[in-house]
């Protein structure tokens, strides 16, 4: 069964600074597409940025970036030249694709707060 | 475009009641899945409905249930509502899968608190 860890409940950064939200994966699809999503206190959830198992290149979305490496099965996200509307939870997703439409599986979440 | 869009966006109900949550989606789009979320569980798939039909379906019981319409608007019922169905149940929607990629869009939830 898919399974997403992320193991920082909280992170603090100071403004203009990168921080790097860590995210670990488990499964046994070898096609596989991984998100992040941003919720600020309003609740919606704000598609970021995606990363499939096959893509050769890391992908990158603006100041939002995920380094992926395969081996290790991490998808952290970078958030570079951090602001304070950068405060919110971020949850890291994956889907697996062989097995058809299968839904979205959420991590617990890293809560980021951004210091002025 | 308008994005996706829930109501109502607060609810309270005392426990044995039934409720129901609205969900329409992007224009377009053909996918509406359904998520509960708890500070204890987190974010849990409850359902997924593609053109009017259940596509997958999450580890809940019976008492949840959705539908969705031909113009793929959906909606979720709740009944017999117990205290722990207090969660802010939050609706996405999809255009489909393309090359494996299939972004969900979510609207901005309903806050429900059981009394």
């Known amino acids: 069964a898919q399974k997403i860890t992320q193991t920082q409940p909280g992170m603090f950064v100071q403004e203009k600074e990168a921080v790097t939200l860590d995210c670990t994966y488990d499964?046994?699809?070898?096609?596989?597409?991984l998100f992040w999503y941003k919720q600020p206190s309003s609740g919606e959830m704000i598609f970021l940025i995606y990363?499939?198992?096959?893509?050769?290149q890391n992908a990158t979305e603006g100041r939002y970036s995920l380094n992926f490496q395969k081996a290790r099965k991490s998808a952290n996200l970078v958030i570079s030249a951090s602001q304070l509307g950068d405060s919110a939870m971020y949850f890291c997703?994956?889907?697996?694709?062989?097995?058809?439409?299968?839904?979205?599986?959420f991590g617990k979440g890293t809560r980021l707060s951004v210091i002025a | 475009k308008a994005g996706v869009t829930q109501t109502p966006r607060y609810l309270i109900k005392t426990r044995g009641q039934q409720v129901t949550l609205s969900c329409s989606p992007i224009?377009?789009?053909?996918?509406v899945s359904w998520y509960q979320q708890t500070p204890g569980q987190g974010l849990q798939f409850l359902f997924e409905?593609?053109?009017?039909?259940?596509?997958n379906k999450g580890n809940f019981p019976g008492r949840f249930s959705g539908r969705q319409f031909s113009n793929s608007r959906s909606e979720m019922n709740v009944s017999t509502l117990e205290l722990g169905d207090s969660a802010l149940y939050l609706c996405?929607?999809?255009?489909?899968?393309?090359?494996?990629?299939?972004?969900?869009?979510f609207g901005p939830g309903t806050r429900l608190t059981v009394t």
């Open positions: 499964t046994s699809d070898p096609s596989y597409g």
């Open positions: 409905y593609f053109s009017e039909t259940q596509r």
């Open positions: 996405a929607s999809s255009a489909g899968v393309v090359a494996g990629k299939a972004e969900q869009y």
């Open positions: 990363q499939g198992s096959y893509d050769q």
């Open positions: 997703a994956m889907r697996e694709i062989s097995s058809g439409n299968t839904p979205l599986v």
């Open positions: 224009s377009g789009h053909r996918s």
